[in-house]
């Protein structure tokens, strides 16, 4: 099994930092692309951000030059250090990784149990 641990959410005024880091555990060979994906309440499931394991990484329009995915493969972790938080940022934020598993075919994708992002005064 894969499991995927956030920590790093909490509450923030506007304008502030917070750092996520996501952890992969498990039986793990390698790991693909990993993510952020954040959810507000009464809205769908978006990507915030993604990086491949050679460092190719994608941001949604609304967080380019504010936010910044990094990993560490060594670590089997990701992080996103996320800057000049705004309101509309407030949702609860998602890791996702796409797996390869030891002595077990194919690629899969596993989520973590998400971490929530409050920016408020």
């Known amino acids: 099994q894969v499991q995927l641990v956030e920590s790093g959410g909490g509450l923030v005024q506007p304008g502030g930092s917070l750092r996520l880091t996501c952890v992969a555990s498990?039986?793990?060979?390698?790991?693909?692309?990993m993510g952020w994906y954040r959810q507000a309440p009464g809205k769908q499931r978006e990507l915030v951000a993604a990086?491949?394991?050679?460092?190719?990484?994608n941001y949604a329009d609304s967080v380019k030059g504010r936010f910044t995915i990094s990993r560490d493969n060594a670590k089997n972790t990701v992080y996103l250090q996320m800057n000049s938080l705004k309101p509309e940022d407030t949702a609860v934020y998602y890791c996702?990784?796409?797996?390869?598993?030891?002595?077990?075919?194919?690629?899969?994708?596993?989520w973590g149990q998400g971490t929530q992002v409050t920016v408020s005064s």
């Open positions: 498990g039986s793990i060979l390698y790991i693909n692309s």
């Open positions: 996702n990784a796409n797996v390869r598993r030891l002595a077990a075919p194919g690629s899969y994708y596993y």
């Open positions: 990086i491949t394991s050679g460092g190719t990484s």
